[in-house]
C-alpha cells in the first residue's frame, strides 16, 4: 500500500493564481482531511470529508475548496491565491472518524508546500 | 482560552537525557489524548494514544494524562538522535469529527 500520497510537493504561484493539491489513499478509508501548517502554529484543519459526495468546514476554510468523488481521492482547490495561504498543506484520512471525544488514527500525506508570491 | 496549549520549544538535550514533553488542555470532558511525531519535511505520524487518567507506556515512551489539572505529557527515556522531531498533542472535538492539534514541541537530540 502507498497510504496517502500528495502531489505536487512543492509549489510556487503567483497572486491571485488557482491551483489544485492533489491527495489520494490506497486503504479504503471513509474520512479525509485537509490540514495546513504554518510555521510555530500546528496544524488546522481546512475541510473534510466522510464520504464520496460530502464535505464539510473545517476551522479555516475560506480561500479553499473540496470535493470528493471517489473514496479515494480528496483535491483541494485554491481560487485567488493569496500570500496569507503559503504554508505546508497535509492530506490525512481515517477509517472512521470515532464518536464523541474520540478519533480513530489518522494517517498523513507527505505534505505539499506552497508558496505564493 | 485555547483548547490545547503546547510550548514550541525548540528543546535541545543531549543523547541518553530524559525528555518532557507537555500540554494543557482547557475542556475537562475530554478523554482520549493523542501524541503525533513529525519529522522534518514529513508528514505527521501517531505516536501514542492514553484515554483517561493514568500512564501508558512503550518502549522508551511514557504517555501521561492529569485529568485534575488538564495537563498530559510525553516522556522518552534515554533519548537519541533519532528521537529528533516535532512532537504534536491532539485531542478529538467533542463531535468527534477531527483532531485538536497543540503548536507542537521542535525537539533536537545531539550525539
Known amino acids: ?117 | 482560552q485555547k483548547e490545547v496549549e503546547q510550548d514550541p520549544g525548540p528543546l535541545s538535550v543531549p543523547e541518553g537525557a530524559i525528555v518532557s514533553l507537555n500540554c494543557t488542555y482547557s475542556n475537562s470532558a475530554f478523554q482520549y489524548f493523542m501524541w503525533y511525531r513529525q519529522y522534518s519535511r514529513k508528514g505527521p505520524e501517531l505516536l501514542m494514544y492514553t484515554y483517561s487518567s493514568g500512564n501508558k507506556e512503550d518502549g522508551r515512551f511514557t504517555a501521561q494524562v492529569d485529568k485534575s489539572s488538564k495537563y498530559i505529557s510525553l516522556f522518552i527515556r534515554d533519548s537519541q538522535p533519532s528521537d529528533s522531531a516535532t512532537y504534536l498533542c491532539a485531542i478529538p472535538n467533542q463531535a468527534g469529527t477531527a483532531l485538536i492539534f497543540g503548536k507542537g514541541t521542535t525537539l533536537s537530540v545531539s550525539s
Not at chain 1, 503559503?86 to 506552497?114: D, I, M, N
Request: net charge neutral; hydrophobic share 30%; aromatic share 14%.
Open chain 1, 1 to 117: 500500500n502507498a497510504g496517502v500520497t500528495q502531489t505536487p510537493k512543492f509549489r510556487i504561484l503567483k497572486i491571485g493564481q488557482s491551483m489544485t493539491l492533489q491527495c489520494a489513499q490506497d486503504m479504503n478509508h471513509n474520512y479525509m482531511y485537509w490540514y495546513r501548517q504554518d510555521p510555530g502554529m500546528g496544524l488546522k484543519l481546512i475541510y473534510y470529508s466522510v464520504g464520496a459526495g460530502i464535505t464539510d468546514k473545517g476551522e479555516v476554510p475560506n480561500g479553499y475548496n473540496v470535493s470528493r468523488s471517489t473514496t479515494e481521492d480528496f483535491p483541494l482547490r485554491l481560487e485567488l491565491a493569496a500570500p496569507s495561504q503559503t504554508s505546508v498543506y497535509f492530506c490525512a484520512s481515517s477509517y472512521w472518524p470515532g464518536e464523541a471525544g474520540y478519533q480513530e488514527t489518522q494517517y498523513f500525506g507527505p505534505g505539499t508546500r506552497l508558496l505564493v508570491l
